[in-house]
């Protein structure tokens, strides 16, 4: 499958689907915008579980002034609200934000979503030492981790298809 947009400049390599990719930054470095962005430029329906900030006015915001609108939206409040939209209809990739606000462990959402072919974008806040909230667990289970520093630059600190990068993502 070839990627492009926003794709091509985060330079990941020979992507393999299905994957899983972590992005983590802390609050206002662009998660939200990049994983809507990714979602966008995806060849194939794609699926943003919002459980940060619903789907309400700041989400719609993003979305508008990021002219991103190729995918779907859900607002789910459960696991099961989770599996309830994604077996309604096939998505080849969802974004979840973020992990912590639905409650989720990474090793769940790379086996639910990865075993139904179905590629992974996990958002996860950082902690107060600046790593993944979540930990090595969702870094682990991760095929890529980009970290974000702020808004528009990202470094990506694991990637098993290609080199490691930093850059603009703008």
């Given at each position: 499958f070839e990627v492009h947009g926003v794709w091509t400049r985060l330079n990941l390599g020979a992507l393999q689907r299905p994957f899983m990719l972590?992005?983590?930054?802390?609050?206002?470095?662009?998660?939200?915008?990049l994983?809507?962005?990714?979602?966008?430029d995806w060849p194939g329906p794609?699926?943003?579980?919002?459980?940060?900030?619903g789907l309400g006015p700041s989400l719609r915001s993003i979305i508008a002034y990021r002219e991103v609108f190729n995918f779907?939206?859900?607002?789910?409040?459960?696991?099961?609200?989770?599996?309830d939209v994604t077996t309604?209809?096939?998505?080849?990739?969802?974004?979840?934000?973020?992990?912590s606000h639905m409650r989720l462990d990474p090793s769940t959402v790379r086996s639910e979503f990865l075993d139904q072919d179905t590629t992974v974008i996990?958002?996860?806040?950082?902690?107060?030492?600046?790593?993944?909230?979540?930990?090595?667990?969702?870094?682990?289970?991760a095929d890529i981790v980009?970290?974000?520093?702020k808004y528009g630059v990202f470094e990506t600190i694991k990637n098993r298809f290609g080199d490691l990068s930093k850059g603009s993502w703008l």
């Open positions: 972590l992005l983590f930054g802390p609050p206002s470095s662009g998660k939200t915008s994983a809507l962005e990714m979602l966008n794609g699926l943003f579980l919002s459980g940060e900030c779907d939206l859900a607002a789910p409040v459960s696991r099961d609200d989770i599996l309604r209809k096939k998505y080849s990739i969802v974004a979840v934000d973020s992990l996990a958002i996860a806040q950082v902690n107060s030492a600046g790593e993944s909230r979540g930990g090595v667990s969702a870094v682990h289970e980009i970290k974000l520093e």
